[in-house]
Structures are given as C-alpha cells and as structure tokens.
C-alpha cells in the first residue's frame, strides 16, 4: 500500500458574514447545490452521508460523483468531513474563524497516497478547492449562483 503525501491543500478566505450563517451554509446540500455541486447529498452529523455530485459541471460539463462521510460537525467552528473511495478517501477540515465583522473559512485536505494518481489529484483538488472558497464567498457575500448551462440547479 503506497504511503500518504507528505503534504496536504491548504486554502484560505475571509467572508463578510457571521460564523454561524457560514456553517449553516457549508453543513447544507441545497446552499453547496446553489455554488458549487448539482445533486449534493448531506446529512451533517458525524457518521452521515457527505456524496458531493457534479452534473455536467463547467466548461468541459463533467459529471462525477464522490461519496464520503462526516467526521465531525462542532457549530460554529468546525465541519470534517473524508471523501474518495474507503482505500483513497482524503480529510477535509473546514475550520471557521470570527474576525472583523465576517468569518475566516480555512479548508485543509490531506491523505493523498504517494501515487501517480494521487499526486494528479492533489493538484487537481488544490485548484477545485480555491474555486469553491471563491464562489462560497461570491455566494455568501453577494448572492451570486452557480449553474451549468443547461443545467438546472
């Protein structure tokens, strides 16, 4: 079995919001549906069901579907969550952190195997996950929604 990275995606953002209205958003299918996903299936509590879903997403309309499970969920400061199949599943940790009137949202993955495929990925999410803090913030700050063209969100 190949050994993890020893690395890990570290993004970072400032939202002009309160910390518990992040949360609430990031701990909801229907919010993630309306920035990011198209199909999210959540059940925020740890043990629950996390499956991020992308149907005929951005430019190049791909369609995936990953499953995962909560970790952990500590309102307002804290939602964990793997994703990936059992043998290549990788943490995220999206810490929340009040200051100046918003919320710092900091997302940390880490548990990419040292594999071809593994480093492919961390690069790929790295990218996906800076994406995804932007249109949160685009979503939160402003109203602004994500849809494919064609696709109904």
């Known amino acids: 079995m190949a050994k993890s990275l020893d690395c890990k995606i ?33 059940d925020p509590r740890p043990g629950g069901i996390c499956s991020f879903c992308w149907q005929e997403w951005g430019p190049d309309k791909y369609t995936l579907k990953v499953p995962g499970k909560v970790i952990e969920a500590n309102k307002p400061d804290l939602f964990v969550f793997q994703w990936g199949p059992e043998d290549k599943a990788t943490t995220i940790r999206i810490q929340l952190t009040a200051r100046d009137n918003g919320t710092v949202v900091t997302l940390t993955e880490d548990g990419y195997k040292d594999t071809p495929e593994g480093r492919a990925m961390i690069v790929e ?15 939160m700050e402003h109203g602004v929604t994500y849809g494919s063209p064609g696709v109904d969100s």
Request: proline share 2%; charged share 20%; glycine share 6%.
């Open 10 to 42: 570290k993004q970072k953002t400032f939202i002009a919001a309160p910390q518990a209205k992040v949360y609430d958003t990031i701990t909801n299918a229907r919010a993630w549906d309306d920035f990011f996903t198209t199909g999210m299936e959540l």
């Open 125 to 139: 999410c790295a990218a996906g996950w800076g994406e995804a803090l932007t249109l949160l913030k685009f979503y």
